[in-house]
C-alpha cells in the first residue's frame, strides 16, 4: 500500500501549527515561488494616488487642508484691503498697485507656494494621456492666476505690490466645499443626500457672487467713490435683491461693467441652482425622503410596509393606533412602493397628521428604503397584504418577502403581518403576530349561523371606542348600544388590581359573577404566570392565584377609573334587593368620559348557601314552584355541576334518535385525519367512521350508491346552511370546523351545502326553501376594479336579489369594503334608513371609528366587511393577547381547559329571571357560564310609501299567478308519464318544474313583502349593566368551559382518531 503522507508535500508554515511550534525550517529550502500581486500600486504614483485620491479618509483630509488655504487666502485679501490706506487721485495705477505690507506679502507667497504645488501634483496624479484636459480646467486657471504672480515676486521684488484677484479663491474654496462633501459620505458609508448637496451648491454659488461683486467694485471705485467694504456689500445686496435705491451706484465704466457682467452670471447660474433644487424637491416630495437617524434615537416610532396606500386604510390604521393615550408621542412612518395617492397627501397635510406621520416611497426589499425607514430602530413593523388584487395568492407571496426582508435587515424588530390566505401562512411563523383573513372570515361567518352577530360582537370588541356613539340619539336601542359598543377587552394581574385582588383563592365563576356584581366588569379568561396560553372562562374548578393575569371586558380598563365607595349601610342594604323580590336592582354609574369611569361600589360580602335565596315572581306561580337561584360558591362542589347537556349526547332523546339513525350515520369524535394546508390547528369535532366516497358529495347529481338528486329527496332533519362561493378553498375548512366542533350536540348538527353558483334552479334544488342560513362569500374575481368601491358591486346586487326574492331567508355575506354596507337590503324608499344614514353622518363628524355600527344589516349580524378586523392587528401592538382571545372566541383555536362560544335564547319559561344580573348568577351557579352580552331583537313599526306599494303590487301578482296556476295545471296531463320524483329531474326536461318553483318563490317573496312593514330591529348589547332587563327572543352569549375538563382523563390524545374509525372504540371517544 503506498505511504499517502510521502506523496503529499507538507502545507507551508504559515498554515501549520506544528512547523510553529517546532521551528521547523524546511520550507526555506522549498523551490516553490510566491506571487504577489497588485505590484504597480506598490510603484511611487500610485501610492501618492493612494493617499491624495483613492484613500477616502486621507483625501478627505487634503481636500479639508485645501478648503482651508483658499478660505486664508480670502480672509488675508479682506486683511490688505482694510490695513490699506485710501489712495489720492483717480490715476489708472491705483487699479494695478496696491499697498501690500511685507507680513501680508509672505503669508501670501506661502499660501500661493502651498496651492500651486499642490495644484501641480493632482494634476499629475489625475493624468490620464491629454495635457490639455488638464491645463483647460477652470480651477487650474483660477489657481495660475493667484498663485504665479505671488511665486514671481519672489524672484522680482518689484512686483511685490501688483493686484492679484485673491478673491476669486472663493470659487476654489467652493469647489473644494463640494469635494470635501463627497468624500465625507464615502468615509463614513453613508448614502449621501441629494438635496442636501443641492442645497450647499445654491448657498456656496450665492455667497460667491456675492463676495466677488463686492471685493471687485470696491478695488474698481479704487478710483472712483472709494467705497469701502460695506458700502460694497450694501450696494450688492440692494441690486441682486432687485430693490435698487440708488443712494451707492458706481462711478466708473470699469465698476458699471463689471456690475453688468456679474448681474449676467447670476441671472445665467442661480436658475439653474434653482431649478435643479426645485426638482429634486419635488422627487424628495414623492419619495418622502428619509427619517432622521437622530429622531430614531431619540423618539420611538413603527413602520407601516404597504404595496399601495388608500385612505380608508390609511384611516382606520391611524385613528386604531393613535386611539391608545400611551402611542401619542409616536411617529408612523409609511413605506410604500407607488406614488402618494392625492387624497392621502391631502391628509398627512393635516396639522394633526403632519406631525406624526411620514410617508417614504421605496420598497420593503432594498436594504436602502429600509435604512431611509430606520427600520432597526422601529418598535414594531405592520406589513399589510392588497385584498384588492385579483389573484390573492400572489399577494401573499408579496407580503412573505417583505417579511422575510424586514426580518434579514432588523431581526429584532418586532412583525405584525396580515396574510390573506390560510395556506401560506407557515412562511411566516417567525412573525410576532399574524391575521389571515380567510381564518377569520370563515370562522365569523360560521359563527354567525350558531350564534346571531358573531362578527358584530367580534368587530366592536376589537375597535377602540369611548362608547360615546349614538348618545344624541332620540332612540333609546341606539343610546344602549352605542353605549355597550365601547366595551373592551383588558388585562391586570390579580394581586394589583381593585377588580379581582380580594378573589385570591377562590374559583373563577365567584370570582367573574361578584366582580360583575360589584364593578360591572365582566372577567373573561385568565393565564397563568408560568403558562402562555390563555383560558377562557376555566371553570369553578380553577383556583384564581395572586400572579394570574385577568382578562376581563369593561367601557375602559382599570388603571383609569375611580373609585366612589358608599357607606357599609347602604351597601348591605343594596346586597339585600339583590336576592329579595322583585324589586329593581340599583343602577350602576358607569360614566364613561375621556378614558375615565367611576363606579359605584356596592358590599359584596360574601353569602353562604344557606343564606337567603331569590324569591319566585307570584304571578306565575300556581301548580309548580321553580327552583331558586343557588349562591355562587367560592369554591366549586362538583356535584352541584350541571353542564346544561353539554354531554348530551347521553340524552334520551338523541340516544332515541341515535337509534333511528345508526344504520345511515355514525358520528364519532376525534381530530380530522387530514388538513388542508400546513399550519392548521388540529380541532377535536365530530367525525365519521367511514370516509364518505367523493361521488356523494354532489348534491346535483345521483351515484350508485345513492340516487338523491335534491336536498328534500335527503330528507335533512336539521335546517340546512348554504354556503355560496366561488371555489372550494382551503378557507372553507374553518367554516367547516366551528359548525362541526366536538361540543356542539349531535342533533343540532346542521348540514351544509356548498353552492359554487347560484341561478335560481340551483337554488331550489340546494334547498333554500327551508335553509337555516345562506352565507355568500366574497368573490375573489370581482375584488379588482378601476374604483375600488365597485369591488362589491356583484356580491350587493346578488344579496339583494336573494333578498328579493327569498325576504324570510336569513343571509350573511361579507364585503370588501365597510362603506359598501350601507346598500344590504336597500330599499330606496325607507325613511328610517335615511334617518340612520344621517345619523351614520353626524358620528363620522363627531370622529367615531364606529360611524357604520348603527347600520341594521350590521347591527343584526348580516354582513361585515374583513377589513374591519384589521384593527385587531394595530391592536395587538397595545394588547398582546386580542389575537389570541379572537381566535378562542372563534374557535380557530383550542386550547385544553379553555371554554368555547355559543349561546342560549331566552324563553318565556326563563323570563322569571327579570334580571342580567340574576341571569350571570344562574348561569355561574348551575353550568359554571359566562355571559357576556344580549342580541336583542325588536319590533318597530315603519309606516312606508314602499310597503303600502308593495301591498298593491303583491295583490296583482298572486292573482296573476293563481291564473298561470290553472293554466300549468292543465298541462301537467303530459307529465304524468314521468317517475313520480319529479323534483329529481333535470331542468331541460320538465320544464314545468322550474317555471312553478319561480311562481312559488315569487308568490312567497310578495307574501313576505306584504308584511315587511313591521320592520325588525336587531343589536347587541356587550357587558350590559346589571340591572338590565331580560326580554323575550333574546339570544345570551356565553363563554362554556371545556366539557373536557370535568371528564377522568379528558385531555384527547391523537390515538382517539384512529379508535373512532372503529365501533368498539365508540365508547371511549364519546363525551
Not at 10 to 15: A, D, G, H, Q, S
Not at 925 to 932: A, H, L, R, T
Not at 965 to 987: L, V
Request: aromatic share 10%; hydrophobic share 40%; glycine share 4%.
Amino acid at each position: 500500500m503506498v505511504d499517502l503522507e510521502s506523496e503529499v508535500p507538507p502545507l507551508p508554515p504559515r498554515y501549520r501549527f506544528r512547523d510553529l511550534l517546532l521551528g521547523d525550517q524546511g520550507w526555506q529550502h522549498d523551490d516553490r515561488v510566491q506571487v504577489e500581486f497588485y505590484m504597480n500600486e506598490n510603484t511611487f504614483k500610485e501610492r501618492l494616488k493612494l493617499f491624495f485620491i483613492k484613500n477616502q479618509r486621507s483625501s478627505l483630509r487634503i481636500r479639508l487642508f485645501n478648503f482651508s488655504l483658499k478660505v486664508l487666502s480670502c480672509l488675508l485679501y479682506i486683511i490688505r484691503v482694510l490695513l490699506e490706506k485710501p489712495s489720492q487721485g483717480d490715476e489708472w495705477s491705483h487699479i494695478f498697485w496696491v499697498n501690500r505690507s511685507l507680513p501680508l506679502w509672505g503669508l501670501q507667497v506661502l499660501v500661493a507656494l502651498i496651492s500651486l504645488f499642490e495644484t501641480i501634483l493632482l494634476g499629475y496624479l489625475s493624468y490620464k494621456g491629454n495635457i490639455w484636459e488638464q491645463i483647460l480646467r477652470i480651477p487650474f486657471i483660477l489657481e495660475i492666476i493667484n498663485a504665479v504672480p505671488f511665486v514671481i515676486s519672489i524672484f522680482w521684488p518689484s512686483l511685490r505690490n501688483l493686484f492679484v484677484p485673491v478673491f476669486l479663491n472663493c470659487w476654489l474654496a467652493k469647489h473644494a466645499l463640494e469635494n470635501m462633501i463627497n468624500d465625507l459620505h464615502r468615509a463614513i458609508q453613508r448614502t449621501q443626500s441629494a438635496m442636501f448637496n443641492q442645497v450647499l451648491i445654491l448657498i456656496s454659488t450665492l455667497l460667491c457672487l456675492i463676495f466677488t461683486c463686492i471685493c471687485g467694485i470696491q478695488h474698481l471705485e479704487r478710483i472712483g467713490k472709494k467705497l469701502n467694504l460695506f458700502d460694497s456689500l450694501y450696494f450688492c445686496i440692494v441690486t441682486f435683491s432687485t430693490v435698487g435705491f440708488g443712494d451707492v451706484t458706481p462711478e466708473t465704466w470699469s465698476s458699471k461693467l463689471f456690475v453688468v457682467a456679474m448681474i449676467c452670471v447670476a441671472l445665467v447660474v442661480l436658475p439653474i441652482q434653482f431649478e435643479q433644487l426645485a426638482y429634486l424637491w419635488m422627487e424628495r416630495q414623492k419619495s418622502g425622503g428619509n427619517y432622521s437617524r437622530h429622531r430614531a434615537q431619540t423618539e420611538k416610532h413603527v413602520v407601516l410596509c404597504v404595496s399601495s396606500l388608500k385612505i380608508d386604510l390609511l384611516m382606520d390604521f391611524l385613528n386604531e393606533f393613535y386611539a391608545h393615550p400611551r402611542l401619542q408621542d409616536y411617529y408612523v412612518v409609511i413605506l410604500c412602493p407607488t406614488e402618494m395617492d392625492v387624497q392621502v397627501r391631502r391628509v398627512l397635510q393635516i396639522p394633526m397628521w403632519s406631525q406624526r406621520v411620514i410617508y417614504l416611497q421605496g420598497s420593503a426589499l432594498k436594504d436602502q428604503d429600509l435604512l431611509r425607514a430606520k427600520m432597526d430602530d422601529a418598535e414594531a413593523c405592520f406589513i399589510l397584504s392588497s385584498r384588492c388584487e385579483v389573484d390573492r395568492t400572489s399577494s401573499d407571496h408579496q407580503t412573505i418577502l417583505r417579511a422575510w426582508a424586514v426580518k434579514d435587515f432588523a431581526p429584532n424588530c418586532p412583525l405584525y403581518v396580515q396574510i390573506l390566505k390560510p395556506e401560506n401562512k407557515f412562511h411566516i411563523k417567525f412573525a410576532d403576530h399574524v391575521v389571515c383573513e380567510e381564518e377569520f372570515k370563515y370562522a365569523m361567518l360560521a359563527l354567525n349561523c350558531i350564534c346571531p352577530a358573531t362578527s358584530t360582537l367580534i368587530t366592536l370588541l376589537v375597535h377602540t371606542s369611548r362608547g360615546q356613539e349614538g348618545q344624541q340619539s332620540p332612540e333609546q336601542w341606539q343610546k344602549t348600544y352605542g353605549r355597550c359598543s365601547g366595551n373592551e377587552v383588558y388585562h391586570i394581574t390579580l394581586e394589583e388590581s381593585t377588580f379581582f385582588a380580594e378573589y385570591e383563592g377562590k374559583s373563577f365563576t365567584y370570582a367573574s359573577f361578584h366582580a360583575h356584581k360589584k364593578f360591572g366588569v365582566c372577567l373573561i379568561g385568565v393565564r397563568r404566570e408560568d403558562n402562555k396560553n390563555i383560558l377562557l372562562n376555566p371553570g369553578p374548578r380553577y383556583i384564581m392565584n395572586a400572579t394570574d393575569i385577568c382578562f376581563y371586558i369593561n367601557i375602559t380598563k382599570e388603571e383609569n377609573s375611580a373609585f366612589k365607595h358608599q357607606d357599609q349601610q347602604n351597601g348591605s342594604n343594596a346586597s339585600r334587593s339583590f336576592y329579595h323580590g322583585p324589586s329593581r336592582l340599583p343602577v350602576h354609574s358607569i360614566i364613561a368620559s375621556m378614558g375615565t369611569v367611576a363606579i359605584d361600589l356596592q358590599d359584596t360580602s360574601c353569602r353562604s348557601a344557606s343564606g337567603p335565596t331569590l324569591a319566585l315572581p307570584t304571578e306565575g306561580l300556581k301548580e309548580v314552584r321553580r327552583p331558586s337561584i343557588a349562591p355562587v360558591l367560592e369554591v366549586a362542589d362538583t356535584t352541584s355541576i350541571q353542564m346544561c347537556d353539554l354531554l348530551s349526547d347521553q340524552s334520551e332523546d338523541e340516544t332515541a334518535s341515535e337509534e333511528k339513525m345508526s344504520s345511515n350515520l355514525e358520528y364519532a369524535k376525534g381530530y380530522p385525519p387530514y388538513s388542508p394546508y400546513i399550519g392548521s390547528s388540529p380541532t377535536f369535532c365530530h367525525l365519521l367512521h367511514e370516509k364518505v366516497p367523493f361521488c356523494c358529495l354532489r348534491l346535483d347529481k345521483s351515484c350508485q350508491h345513492n340516487y338523491y338528486e335534491d336536498a328534500k329527496a335527503y330528507g335533512f332533519k336539521n335546517k340546512l346552511i348554504i354556503v355560496a362561493a366561488e371555489t372550494a378553498g382551503n378557507g372553507l375548512y374553518n367554516f367547516i370546523v366551528p359548525l362541526r366542533a366536538y361540543y356542539r350536540p349531535k342533533k343540532e348538527l346542521n348540514p351544509i351545502v356548498l353552492l359554487l353558483d347560484n341561478p335560481l334552479d340551483d337554488l331550489l334544488r340546494c334547498g333554500v326553501t327551508f335553509a337555516a342560513n345562506m352565507v355568500v362569500v366574497d368573490k375573489e374575481s370581482t375584488m379588482s376594479a378601476e374604483e375600488d368601491y365597485m369591488a362589491d358591486a356583484k356580491t350587493i346586487v346578488n344579496v339583494q336579489t336573494l333578498f328579493r326574492l327569498f325576504s324570510s331567508l336569513s343571509i350573511i355575506t361579507e364585503l370588501t369594503h365597510p362603506a359598501n354596507m350601507r346598500f344590504m337590503q336597500f330599499r330606496a324608499k325607507d325613511c328610517y334608513s335615511l334617518a340612520l344614514s344621517k345619523l351614520e353622518k353626524k358620528e363620522r363628524e363627531r370622529g367615531s371609528n364606529l360611524a357604520f355600527m348603527f347600520r341594521l344589516p350590521f347591527a343584526a349580524g348580516r354582513v361585515f366587511s374583513i377589513s374591519m378586523l384589521d384593527t385587531l392587528l394595530y391592536q395587538s401592538f397595545v394588547k398582546d393577547y386580542m389575537i389570541s382571545i379572537t381566535r378562542l372566541l372563534l374557535g380557530l383555536d383550542t386550547t385544553p381547559g379553555s371554554g368555547f362560544l355559543c349561546s342560549i335564547k331566552i324563553t318565556e319559561d326563563d323570563l322569571w329571571i327579570r334580571t342580567y344580573a340574576r341571569l350571570y348568577q344562574k348561569l355561574c351557579s348551575s353550568s359554571g357560564d359566562v355571559p357576556i352580552g344580549i342580541y336583542r331583537t325588536e319590533s318597530q313599526k315603519l309606516a312606508t310609501s314602499e310597503s303600502r306599494e308593495m301591498a298593491s303590487q303583491s295583490q296583482i301578482s298572486i292573482s296573476v299567478e293563481e291564473w298561470e296556476d290553472t293554466k300549468d295545471y292543465k298541462e301537467q296531463g303530459h307529465h304524468r308519464g314521468n317517475h313520480h320524483n319529479s323534483t329529481s329531474s333535470d331542468q331541460s326536461d320538465h320544464p314545468l318544474l322550474r317555471r312553478k318553483s319561480m311562481q312559488w318563490a315569487r308568490r312567497l317573496s310578495r307574501k313576505d313583502e306584504m308584511n315587511d312593514h313591521q320592520s325588525i330591529l336587531s343589536y347587541i348589547l356587550i357587558n350590559p349593566s346589571p340591572d338590565t332587563r331580560l326580554e323575550l327572543n333574546d339570544v345570551v352569549y356565553l363563554i362554556r368551559p371545556d366539557p373536557l375538563a370535568y371528564l377522568p382523563n379528558s385531555e384527547p390524545s391523537q390515538n382517539s382518531i384512529c379508535n373512532a374509525t372503529c365501533p368498539d372504540s365508540r365508547e371511549e371517544t364519546q363525551l
